[in-house]
């Protein structure tokens, strides 16, 4: 009986509207452009892109529509998923100080807002999830940002690992994705984008598309070595 290939690999993604400082968020233009992108320069075999979701530039107010968007992923309601596939959020997010782009390591259960967000929320010294107890708690993506990292750059892109994804939304999106996450058991990475002044819109959309490949590409090698082993167990037992 021959054996079966590795599960597919869904990816969903997420940008931001505009927010103070910021009247234009290049991660609303990458995601709401990347389905049509990827479809005129494809895909690897094996991923499919999901749901391309563009959210308010809020905390505590967005919270339901935030969950009902990661609960999406699982229902298969606004994609092309299913249980057996692998899920994947990769959550785009801008730094309008920044040079290069960013894969983030982690999210920290601190909601201090330096400015109020989009529905007037300005918090200090919260919780972001309250059972997971005090400010310091720590979540970390399970994917592996370094050597995604490494990827994208043998490719020439301007990319760096970050271990402070702020205070502001981003973190407060990527910590609640990264709960969300361990308990439904998928993935998820958040990843800080430049202003289009700094890296411009075309070079922007082929990173994004790069990096659900270099995702994609991780999630099958480790698939494969599952299977690898699994043949090799079945081979002596």
Not at 4 to 30: L, M, Q, R, W, Y
Not at 130 to 143: E, Y
Request: hydrophobic share 35%; charged share 25%; aromatic share 8%.
């Amino acid at each position: 009986m021959g054996s079966e290939g590795p599960a597919a690999v869904t990816i969903h993604v997420t940008g931001f509207k505009k927010f103070h400082g910021v009247s234009e968020n290049p991660t609303e233009t990458i995601v709401s452009n990347l389905k049509e992108y990827t479809r005129k320069k494809g895909l690897p075999n094996g991923v499919i892109l999901g749901s391309c979701s563009v959210l308010e530039t809020a905390g505590q107010g967005a919270l339901t529509p935030l969950h009902q968007t990661l609960q999406s992923a699982l229902t298969g309601k606004d994609s092309q998923s299913s249980c057996s596939e692998k899920i994947i959020w990769v959550h785009f997010g801008v730094n309008s100080g920044a040079s290069r782009f960013a894969i983030e390591h982690q999210a920290v259960n601190e909601a201090t807002f330096r400015c109020p967000d989009e529905m007037g929320w300005k918090p200090q010294r919260i919780p972001i999830v309250p059972a997971d107890g005090g400010i310091s708690r720590v979540r970390k993506t399970s994917l592996p940002v370094e050597e995604i990292t490494k990827v994208l750059a043998k490719k020439g892109y301007d990319v760096m690992t970050s271990d402070d994804a702020g205070r502001f939304v981003c973190n407060y999106v990527y910590y609640q994705s990264l709960h969300f996450a361990e308990q439904n058991g998928i993935k998820s990475l958040f990843v800080h984008v430049p202003l289009f002044l700094t890296i411009d819109e075309e070079t922007q959309m082929k990173f994004a598309a790069s990096l659900l490949e270099a995702k994609c590409d991780d999630t099958r090698k480790k698939a494969n070595g599952v299977q690898k082993k699994k043949e090799k167990e079945t081979e002596t037992g």
